[in-house]
């Protein structure tokens, strides 16, 4: 390329790749629903009606087809982030943020704990779900804390781990639909400045 060049956009998709890409997503969103994160990818790739060869072509490992299947929710999230940091109540605005955290977390039987790995591994095909995740909450956080209703010494990576971890607790109770509330309330009393230290 000549110095001065602009470098070449990628091409888009052909019709036929994005069919198959299309096809491999909806298929795979609803093997990680029915079965969790871990369902075979070759089943994935059989139902969608293409080679397994195809679907590492669009997807090269589980965690970027993860990461794809979550855009979706990550979308909703963050539109909702922006929504909740012009609130008045910044602490219930973070509290809000955070329950649909979990809730979409646990959408898909062990998202939440490949999530967890994704937040310790910049090189993770999940990084590009986690990272903008983890900038939308800080950015609440910080709100709740400059108004006196959280903790100073709380950190965006502790609240990013609990909220996963409430996810994969609740995942594994699936008879207690109310778990997930109960384990984010009591987490939240210990972000009050306030509570009892250890």
Known sequence: MARGTAPE???????DARRNYDRLLAEARASFAAQGADASLEDVARRAEVGIGTLYR????????L????????TSLLDRS?????????????VEWLRALITHAGEYRGLSQALMSASHDASSALSPCSVPLRAAGMRLLVRAQSSGHVRPEASIDDLMQLTNAIALAAEQSPNDPGLADRLLNLTLTGLKPDAATA
């Open 9 to 15: 956009l990628p091409r888009p998709m052909r019709a």
């Open 58 to 65: 669009h997807f090269p490992n589980r965690q970027a087809l």
């Open 67 to 74: 990461c794809a299947v979550f855009q979706e929710a990550l």
């Open 82 to 94: 922006h929504e909740l940091a012009e609130s008045e109540r910044p602490c219930a605005a973070l």
